[in-house]
């Protein structure tokens, strides 16, 4: 009588210890989860940041080197 239900526990079970794996290795490793497959944003958000080294690349007061330039605050 019971012979169909044993393997449909089993599933749920293994469905939840799995999704709980999940949860814990991203807690652990600082992962998002995205069960959904749903595009985020958080992988553009976890690249390092390179507007100092673009800011390098410039002089740091242009006002200094060019007279003919005016300051936006001489404005």
């Known amino acids: ?28 490793f ?8 749903l595009r985020s944003p958080h992988k553009i958000l976890r690249k390092k940041l390179f507007g100092e080294k673009v800011a ?3 002089p740091h007061d242009i006002s200094k080197d060019d007279p003919l330039h005016i300051d936006r605050r001489e404005e």
Do not use: C, D
């Open 1 to 28: 009588m019971s012979g169909g239900g044993g393997g449909r526990l089993k599933q749920l079970l293994a469905v939840a210890v799995t999704k709980g794996v999940e949860e814990a290795r991203a807690k652990i």
């Open 30 to 37: 600082g992962h998002v989860l995205n069960p959904a497959g």
């Open 56 to 58: 390098q690349w410039y």
